[in-house]
C-alpha cells in the first residue's frame, strides 16, 4: 500500500509545488496538485488520497476550512499542514482542527518523507482499529481444521494449492460442515495473512444497510448517515473478503459485485468517488448456486467470477472416520472452558455417535460435546449426557406421555417435522431420508399443516 499511496499536495506557490511533487515522487509515490482550495476540494470528491499536504495560506477558502472540509468527508485521511514562517498559532488551530501533523516552512526533503511515512503508517492504524476491533469478537471462535479421510485430504490438498494464489474460491456445503473454517485457513496460509479478513454475512441484513455495510456510505447521503462510513470492502484491502451465503444477496446487489469484481473499485453511497481495493475473494454458500443460476435467483456472470475455484466440503455423515478425531478435539476444548476432566465416552456413547446422520454436521458434533461436557455428572460421558439436535435422545416419539401412546398419525408427523428441521427444512433432501419421494412429502406436509 506504501509505494502506491497516492498524494495531494494543495499549495499556491508553483515552486513549493515542483518541489514536493519531486520529492514524493522519488519516493514511488502518485502525486497531484492542486493551486487552492476549491481546486482541492473538488480533486479530493473525485478520487482517493492516501494523504494530503496542505499550506496553510491559501488565495480564496483559506486552509483550515480546506482541512475541515477534508476531515469530514473522510476522517480516515491525514492531513498535513505546511505552515509560513514563526506561524506557530495556525500550526495550532490546524492541530486543533484534525491535522496529522505541521512542517514548518522551509522544510528539508527527509522532514517532508518522514511527516508522509507517519501519515500513511497513521492510515494504516485506523483501518486496522476498525478491523480488530471485529476480528477480536471472532477469534474465540478460530480453531484448526481436523481430518484424515479422504474427503478431508482432498480438501486440504486443494487448500494449500489454492492459498498463496489469488484465486477467488467458493467454497460450497450444507450446514455446519465447516466453511468459514476453511476459508480462513486459506487467508492463514496466503501472502495476505497478514493483512485483514473480514466476513461479511449475506443473509443478515436488510438491502439498503447491507449495501452501506459493504461499500460504505458519506455522511448524510441518507437519513440516520451521521457519520461517514467505511465499507467492508474498504477495510478488507490488502487481505481477504469473505462473502458468507452469498446466495443471499439480491440481484442489484450482485450487479454492483459483479462491477467491483471486475474494477476492484468501490464507490461509497452518495459519493461519487471510485476507490481502488485490493482484495482476494472467497464466497460460501449452503445452496447450490448452478440451480440458482438456473432459477434466475443468481447472475450467472457472477457465478463464474466466484467460482474460479470451487471447493466442496463433503457433509460430516460422508467421512464418519474423522468422528472420533473430533470428539477428541472438541472433548479437549470444553475441558479446558468449563474446567472439567473428562477423559472419554463410554464405548455405546461412541457407537451412538457414529451411527448418528448428523444433519447439522461439525457444528451439531461439537454442540453436542459442549453440552455433553457440561451435562456430564462422571469422567466419563454417557448415554444420558446426550441430545442431539433435533432427535432428542432417540426413543422419546415413541415413549408414552402419561402412561397414553400416540397415534401413527401423530408420531409421523412429529417425525417429518424432525427431519424437515434437521435438513433445514430441504424437502428433496427430507424426502430422501424419510425413504418417500418429494411429492408424498409435499402431500403429508400439506395434510399435517406443517410450517
Ligand atoms: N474439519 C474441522 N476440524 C475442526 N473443527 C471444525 C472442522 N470443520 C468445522 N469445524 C468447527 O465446526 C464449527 C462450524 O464450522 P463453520 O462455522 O466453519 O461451518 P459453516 O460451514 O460455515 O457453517 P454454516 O453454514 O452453518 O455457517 C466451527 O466451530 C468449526 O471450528
Ligand atoms: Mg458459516
Redesign the pocket.
Known sequence: MMKTAKILIVDDEKVMQDSCEQILKKEGYKVKVASDGKEALRMFKEELFHVVILDIKLPGMDGIEVLSKIKEESPETPVVIMTGFASIESAVDALKSGAFDYLSKPFTPEELRISVRKALESRKIFFEGIYLRKELERQT???????KSEG?KK?MDIVKRVSPSESTVL?T????????????EIHKHSLRRDAPFVVVDCGALVETLFESELFGHVKGSFTGAHVTKHGRFEVANGGTIFL??ISNISLSIQAKMLRIIQEREVMRIGSSKLIKVDVRLIA?T?ENLAECVKNGKFREDLFYRLSVVPLH?PPLRDRKE?IP??ID??LHKYNRRSKKQIVGLSQDVLKALMQYDWP????E??NTIERAVVLSKSDEIELDALIYHGISSGSSLLSPIDGTYRSLEEVEKEYIKTVLQARHGNKSQSAKVLGIDRKTLITKIKKYHIQ
Open positions: 471462535k478460530f480453531d484448526m481444521v481436523l481430518g478431508m480438501v467454497i456445503g450444507e450446514s455446519g460442515t465447516g466453511k468459514e473454517l476453511i476459508a480462513r458468507d451465503e460460501a449452503n466440503l474423522d478425531l473430533l478435539h472438541f447439522g454436521n461439525i457444528r458434533l461439537e
